[in-house]
């Protein structure tokens, strides 16, 4: 069994920054891959940045440029760093991880950029 726990969501202006972080209760070098969902109102939850099982990092288009995922393995933490937010990233945003194939999501949190 793995948590994961996300912090950092809140309420910002267009243009400012956000930084997300996302506690696992294990080591993450053993995950087959992590990271980072979003879900608006009323959409499908849709990628925005994760890490593959070859260390390779891929963003959703939207999001390229402006926002960067990494990790510090000696804490077990994953990071979103959102730069230059726009209203249309407003959406509650999850972590999600695959270790030994089982899927694992966290229980979200909240990021709403107001224009």
């Known amino acids: 069994q793995v948590q994961l726990v996300e912090s950092g969501g809140g309420l910002v202006q267009a243009g400012e920054s956000l930084r997300l972080s996302c506690a696992a209760s294990?080591?993450?070098?053993?995950?087959?891959?992590m990271g980072w969902y979003r879900q608006a109102p009323g959409k499908q939850r849709e990628m925005v940045a994760i890490?593959?099982?070859?260390?390779?990092?891929n963003y959703a288009e939207s999001v390229k440029g402006r926002f960067a995922i990494f990790s510090d393995s000696a804490k077990n933490t994953m990071y979103l760093q959102m730069n230059n937010l726009k209203p249309e990233d407003t959406a509650v945003y999850f972590c999600?991880?695959?270790?030994?194939?089982?899927?694992?999501w966290g229980q979200g949190t909240q990021v709403t950029v107001s224009s």
């Open positions: 890490f593959s099982e070859d260390d390779s990092t």
């Open positions: 294990r080591n993450i070098l053993v995950f087959n891959s």
């Open positions: 999600h991880a695959i270790v030994f194939n089982y899927p694992y």
